[in-house]
């Protein structure tokens, strides 16, 4: 699917899967979410349409979950851990780095979609501090001179 359109198709197919039920919501707007790489408004309508839940109800559990997200993101995800583990061991200097390299901010998206940047407040691998996640491959035990090379590999 391209960042203008949504297949609503294919949002129907989604929601056949899980054969029509507004029990299912968080599951059917994860797999959108994973097809679209973000949640679309017009997607969020629909469901709340062929679902029979008030487009208030879906939007609040979109926006609820900091998993989902209401605008595009990147191809690749990175996450940055801000935990007190990893920040006292230098996680603020690897997000610079890492803003820095790509030209984004944290919270953002690059503008070719290639990278969206966040932080986290704790990954649960403390003892890998600092920690940088990108697409769920960890990276531990990190320093601002090995982000280059790390991005390097999804660059290509």
Do not use: W
Not at 78 to 97: D, K, N, S, W, Y
Not at 127 to 141: C, E, R, S, T
């Amino acid at each position: 699917m391209s960042l203008e359109s949504v297949d609503l198709e294919r949002v129907d197919d989604i929601v056949e899967k899980y054969e029509n039920q507004r029990r299912h919501l968080i599951a059917i707007l994860q797999e959108v979410q994973k097809e679209q790489n973000y949640l679309p408004r017009e997607a969020l309508f629909h469901l709340s349409m062929r679902l029979k839940i008030p487009f208030n109800e879906v939007y609040h559990v979109a926006t609820f979950y900091r998993s989902f997200s209401l605008v595009p993101r990147g191809e690749h995800l990175i996450q940055v851990c801000m935990g007190t583990a990893c920040h006292v061991r230098g996680a603020p200097r690897i997000l610079e780095r890492i803003e820095r390299s790509l030209g984004v901010e944290s919270g953002r998206t690059t503008t070719d979609y290639k990278f969206t940047l966040e932080t986290v407040n704790c990954l649960g691998a403390c003892a890998l501090g600092p920690l940088m996640v990108i697409d769920g491959k960890y990276f531990g035990k990190m320093t601002a001179s090995k982000v280059d090379e790390v991005l390097q590999g999804y660059q290509e």
